[in-house]
Structures are given as structure tokens and as C-alpha cells.
């Protein structure tokens, strides 16, 4: 006889009845949950640009069911999947079974549960029961044990409770439905012994394909029938109500980013994440002038703490910390402020630290390295952009960034020098800088701000001509009508003079005559890549480490004079995690001779100097303990027989010759733009020449 899913087994009717009340009224206060918070996110603004169906399930499937952005953590993705997997699994198996009890039987007499169907049905349910245990076992070991740094400060931000309640509960639920199934096992094996009929026989036959519930019940079995009767039904209500219990609690605590947090996968539009485009031109003041995807961020984020872990001013004892800043605007968003019109920043919150302070978000350098770490795709740095323009129009800025930007606007860059003085540092090179607006160029080399003005930058700037020149480059320049790029001027919020200077740079680039563009800087490689396209810059914009790497390739650069020593290579933030160029500038550090060898913290997961997003302009945030700089020096020093520090950023070479200085390590670590080194290993007597420029560097900090 074929044995099919007992129908509520030894549950009175009028159980049943108030089961299916509750589990109504279970359903209606979930879905008003859900319309509530999804209600809240439709105050924001319309969200820009718009991706491919195929491309966003692409990206749900990768990261919203995979958790991809956890590979690098084997604990996490492994606690992480059999948490979510297990709980999808025994979703599906209560939905089969209430479509086995409440449809098929009810309305057909026919039970599809039954025989090897029920069979594998059962197997899966407590194998995946054992997981979920497993995954929450795991879990709690790892936040209330190990305790890494992110849930330290998961812990810190008031995670925790959130965190207790969702493990106690879930894990309450899988055990009494096992004990709930163990009894009723327990049950069978008592009516088989007592009454051996086929049915009974066929019940026990299938009991052993529960195994959980099989042992429970072997253990409950030497009871008494009215015991495990009681018992039964007591463990079985339990265990209802605390699984409709959690599903009404999704909508109403941190739980629900079990649904935003796939959502935020799904609708996160990657084709224009590069490029910053404001949606309220006078910045996000109030939550009404966020979009409403980047309110689905702020439900969507988790309080893992991870973004906090990684971020370089926070590290370096900065008031900032993305994860705070995220809990802060879910909190006003919670509270029902999203409607009301309440400024970000209004310290008419009773008093509770739930405003937002400008300190902490003008500490953000915007180098992404929050964004990149989050397992579910918070865009941090753009909603800080967003109050930073919020901030701008109010007048509440730095006084060192008051400074920067009046300069910017007066003379076209952050050093407050002539435009006439742009390319003062080429007057004594052998051959004149061709003026790109006057003759045809293969190249055109937009040179920006920090490579022209700053000594050090402007240094390396003329062995790049040099280099080029001696090849035979056709490459030209924009001489005293090139302008910043202009983005930092737009990550500090200053929209409308960002406006200014990319006119005025569009302008400029419509005069001259060129095939492709090359910078030795990365901001201004985001922002002609990037920001530029709606001025009308379709042209390749390649990193210089990208040009160099192809002249090596093909025989342009000969390396005459390989190069000896440890070098490590710091992956410039707007180079790497922006514009996803690591591999160039590690061959070029290796084609020169030197020995390359990995800073910890590299790549994508590299460690900022502090200068982005206008910081190098501003004044030091008082409390820093170290700037992010000098912790990174420190890092490279750690690095067994290292002796260059290898850049590939005009505002990096003069932050870490600075931070080198601090320290006290020049005479252990030089600090070297990767153009040096290939200097050095091209140029015929190529020592001498590097020597005869060093001896004219000056001695300046790499600040303003």
C-alpha cells in the first residue's frame, strides 16, 4: 500500500478552522506590511536610466540568490546559503503541503504526496531543516563568538537585537516542526505494533525517509499514546504561531530586507552607475529628494557592519560611518518623516542623534570601497553626493573647500595659478608640447590639475613628454584652455560649477583635432569617461598606465635598463574600483625588472590615500588618529623586503610622499610614479636624466 502525507494528523477541526483564520489574517497584515514599506519608497523621485530585463535577472539570480558578493568570505557565503536556501526550500514544502491538504484532497480525493513523491518530499524538508539549523548554528557562532570586526561594529550600531531575534525565531521554528514530526512518527510506530494493518505498515515504512523525525520519534515512541498526543498538539500550534508570527514580523523589522534586498539586486541600474546624475538639482535635503530605488537601498541594507570595516576614514578615526548614515536615514524613513518635508539635518528628532552631521559626510572620499564591499549593493557614496549637494546650496562647506572652489571657478583649478601657467612645467623640454588646437594629433593628453600645478605631479608630467617625445608619440595638449575635469568638484556636490568647467573643457575639445584621449590622472579619467558623454565626448579615454603597457607590448618602450627591487603596487581608487584597470599597470611595474609583489589590501578591495571626493582640499576631520595615507605606508612597510611604492595618481604620489615623510621611512620606501620607473628602465642613461629632475623637485606636502 502506497502511504500519503497524513492530512492534519491528530489537529481537532476547529484547530484547523483557526488556523486558517489566523493564517488569513496572517496574510493580510504581511501584505499591508509590504504595500506600507513599498509605499514609503514611492516618495522618492523617479529613478534615471534603465536597464535590460535580462541583464537585471542576470544579477538577481548572481547576487540576490548566489550572495556572489560574499565569495571572497567561504564562512559567510557558505552560513549565508544555507540560511536562505534551507528557508526557500521549507517555504515551498508548507505550500506543496497545504496544496496536498486544502486542493488536491479537498476538491479531487487525490493526494499527489504520496508514495516516492512523499518519499523524497519528506528527505528534503529535514535535510534542509538540518541546514537551516547548520546556517543559524553558524551565524550566531560567528556574531556572538568569533566576533569579526563588521559584527563588532554591527554590534556597535544596534544590529544585535535585530540579528537575536531573526536567529531565535527561526531557529525555534525548525525545531518543533521537528519535534512536531517526531511525535507524530512516534504515533505510527506505537499503531503499528498495536494494530499491524497495511496502512499502518506503510507508515512506518516511510517514516525512515524523515530521518530526523524518525530518531525523535524513536525517542518519544516509549511514552504513552495520550502524551504524545498532548504533546503533539501543544508543539504544533507553537510551531504555527511562530511561523505565522515571523511572517507578519517581515514587514515590521529589520527582517525585511529578506524581500529588499533581492529587490535592490534586481533594480540596481549598473549601465549609468559611473556617472552621477542629479535628480533634484538642489540636492537631497529631505528624503523626498532621493529616488525611490535609492529608498529601496536604505530598506535593503542589512546592518552587517561590513561597509564600515572597509572604509578609509572610518579606519583612520573619522566621525564617519556608512553603515550609521544608512541606519539614520531607515530610521527617519521608519518613523514616517518621508512625507513630511523634515530637513536630513534638522536637529528636531527629540534629541536622539538620528540627524545627519555634516562632519560625517563631508569625511566620505567617495572611493567606493563600502559600495564594493556590500553584499546587497547600497550605493553609499551616491547618497552622500546627494546631501553634499544638499549641503552646498545651504552654504555649509569646509572653509579649505570654500577656497578650492572659488579658485576652480575663477581660474579653472583648485591651485588658485594662472591658466597661462598650465604647462609652465614643459617650457624646458627638448621639443615644444604641440597645441592640439592648432594641429592634428594622434593623442591628446588632457593633463589636469595636480600633473600640471603640483610639484611632484608636474615632475613626473615632463618624463611622461620626455618618454613620449623619444618615441615618436604623436600626442598634443590643450595648453592654457584645458580646465579641471571637474570630478571632485562634482563628488563635493557643486553641480552647477562642475557645469562650468566640463562646458568650458567641451568647448575646448571641440577646437582641437584628435583620434584618442590619454591622463595621468584617474579622477579626470572617470570624469571624461564617464560624466563627459553628454557634452559630446565619444572618443577612447585610456589611463596612461593602459598606453604605456601597449608601447611596451609592442616594442615601442624598449626596456634598456631593467630595474632591481620589491615593489608594491597601490591601486588608485578612480583607476581600479571605478574603472576596472588593474591588470596595465601591474605589467609595466614587472616589464621594468622590479619585483612585484601584493599589498594586502588590493584591487578591488584596495585602501585609499584620502583625497577623493574633494578631501584633499579640505582641513583634517579633528579625532583622525592617522590619515588613511599613512596607514597605507605602514601596510606597504609590513610587506617582506619592499622597496617602491608604486603610484599611478597625480594626488596619490604627493599624499604618500607626504605620508612616507610622517612616518619616517624614506630611506626605506621610495615613493615612485609608475612613469618613473619607466623612465628609468627606457631612457638611454636614463639615471642621469632621473637624477638631473629630482635634484629640481621641491620640497612640498602633498596638501593644496
Known amino acids: 500500500m502506497e502511504f500519503a502525507r497524513p492530512i492534519l494528523w491528530n489537529v481537532p477541526h476547529w484547530a484547523e478552522l483557526t488556523l486558517y483564520a489566523l493564517a488569513a489574517l496572517t496574510v493580510l497584515s504581511f501584505l499591508f506590511g509590504c504595500v506600507r514599506r513599498i509605499g514609503r519608497w514611492r516618495f522618492g523621485q523617479p529613478e534615471p536610466g534603465h536597464q535590460a530585463i535580462l541583464s537585471r535577472t542576470g544579477r538577481f539570480i548572481r547576487y540576490g540568490l548566489l550572495q556572489w558578493r560574499l565569495a571572497s568570505d567561504s564562512f559567510a557565503v557558505v552560513m549565508h546559503l544555507a540560511i536562505f536556501w534551507a528557508m526557500v526550500v521549507l517555504f515551498i514544502g508548507t505550500a506543496l503541503a497545504t496544496v496536498d491538504q486544502d486542493v488536491t484532497h479537498l476538491f479531487f480525493d487525490y493526494q499527489f504526496l504520496a508514495g516516492n513523491v512523499y518519499r523524497v518530499y519528506e528527505l528534503a524538508l529535514d535535510v534542509f531543516g538540518v541546514v537551516l539549523l547548520v546556517g543559524l ?6 556574531r556572538y563568538v568569533k566576533r569579526p570586526p563588521h559584527q563588532q561594529i554591527a554590534a556597535a550600531i544596534g544590529a544585535n537585537i535585530d540579528a537575536f531575534y531573526l536567529l531565535a525565531v527561526l531557529a525555534l521554528i525548525a525545531v518543533t516542526g521537528f519535534l512536531a514530526e517526531g511525535l507524530r512518527i512516534a504515533q505510527g510506530m506505537q499503531l503499528a505494533r498495536v494494530d499491524p494493518t497495511a496502512e499502518n505498515i506503510a507508515w512506518m515504512q516511510a517514516a525512515p525517509w524523515a530521518p530526523v523525525g524518525y530518531l525523535l520519534g524513536s525517542v518519544f515512541a516509549t511514552s504513552t499514546p495520550t502524551a504524545i498526543s498532548s504533546a503533539h498538539q501543544v508543539v504544533w500550534w507553537l510551531h504555527a504561531v511562530l511561523a505565522l508570527g515571523f511572517i ?6 529589520k527582517a525585511f530586507h529578506l524581500i529588499a534586498s533581492p529587490l535592490n539586486t534586481f533594480f540596481r541600474n549598473t549601465a549609468d552607475e559611473d556617472s552621477l546624475v542629479p535628480v533634484v538639482e538642489t540636492g537631497a535635503a529631505r528624503l523626498t529628494d532621493f529616488t525611490w530605488r535609492q529608498l529601496l537601498q536604505v530598506d535593503a541594507c542589512t546592518l552587517c557592519g561590513k561597509c564600515q570595516e572597509v572604509c578609509p576614514l572610518h579606519i583612520a578615526g573619522s566621525k564617519l560611518s556608512p553603515a550609521e548614515v544608512i541606519q539614520k536615514l531607515e530610521h527617519q524613513l521608519w518613523i514616517a518623516k518621508a512625507g513630511n518635508g523634515e530637513s536630513l539635518f534638522a536637529n528636531r528628532l527629540g534629541g536622539d542623534g538620528l540627524a545627519l552631521a555634516p562632519a560625517e559626510l563631508w569625511a566620505c572620499c567617495t572611493c567606493r ?9 547600497v550605493e553609499h557614496p551616491r547618497m552622500i553626493v546627494d546631501m553634499r549637494r544638499a549641503l552646498v546650496n545651504e552654504g555649509n562647506v569646509d572653509e ?3 577656497d578650492a572652489l572659488q579658485n576652480l571657478t ?15 612645467w614643459a617650457k624646458d623640454l627638448p621639443l615644444a608640447l604641440v597645441d592640439a588646437r592648432r594641429e592634428p594629433v594622434d593623442w591628446l593628453w588632457f593633463v589636469g590639475d595636480y600633473a600640471s600645478y603640483h610639484p611632484s605631479s608636474a615632475r613626473v608630467s615632463r618624463l611622461v613628454a620626455l618618454l613620449l617625445q623619444d618615441a615618436g608619440i604623436d600626442f598634443g595638449v590643450l595648453q592654457h584652455d584645458e580646465r579641471s575635469a571637474g570630478n571632485d568638484v562634482r ?3 557643486e553641480e552647477g560649477l562642475f557645469e562650468m568647467l566640463a ?6 575639445l571641440a577646437k582641437a583635432q584628435f583620434r584618442r584621449i590619454f591622463t595621468t590622472d584617474p579622477h579626470t579619467l572617470h570624469a571624461l569617461k564617464h560624466e563627459y558623454r553628454r557634452f559630446g565626448l565619444q572618443e577612447l579615454v585610456q589611463h596612461y598606465s593602459q598606453l604605456f603597457d601597449d608601447l611596451i607590448a609592442n616594442g615601442t618602450f624598449i626596456i634598456r635598463h631593467p630595474l632591481k627591487g620589491r615593489a608594491v603596487y597601490h591601486d588608485p581608487c578612480y583607476l581600479g574600483r571605478y574603472n576596472g584597470v588593474f591588470d596595465p599597470p601591474r605589467r609595466v611595474v614587472e616589464a621594468t625588472g622590479m619585483q612585484l609583489m601584493e599589498l594586502p589590501r588590493n ?9 577623493g571626493g574633494g578631501k584633499i582640499w579640505m582641513d583634517d576631520e579633528p579625532g583622525l588618529t592617522e590619515r588613511p595615507a599613512v596607514l597605507r605606508i605602514r601596510e606597504a612597510l609590513d610587506v617582506a623586503g619592499v622597496t617602491h611604492f608604486v603610484v599611478a595618481c597625480p594626488k596619490d604620489l604627493g599624499m604618500f610622499e607626504d605620508a612616507v615623510k610622517t612616518v619616517g621611512a624614506e630611506d626605506r620606501l621610495k615613493v615612485v610614479d609608475l612613469a618613473e620607473l619607466v623612465f628609468d628602465a627606457v631612457r638611454p642613461n636614463a639615471q642621469s636624466q632621473a637624477d638631473e629632475v629630482n635634484e629640481t623637485k621641491p620640497a612640498e606636502k602633498a596638501r593644496r
Open 603 to 611: 584591487r578591488e578591495n584596495s585602501f585609499c590615500c584620502g583625497a
Open 410 to 424: 575663477r581660474y579653472g583649478n583648485s591651485f588658485g595659478q594662472s591658466p597661462r601657467k598650465r604647462t609652465q
Open 400 to 402: 579649505g573647500l570654500q
Open 248 to 253: 507578519v514580523s517581515i514587514p515590521f523589522t
Open 137 to 142: 548554528g553558524l551565524a550566531a557562532y560567528r
Open 503 to 508: 562646458e568650458k573643457n567641451a568647448a575646448a
Open 491 to 493: 563628488r563635493v556636490g
Open 369 to 377: 570601497a563600502c559600495e564594493e564591499r556590500c553584499p546587497v549593493m
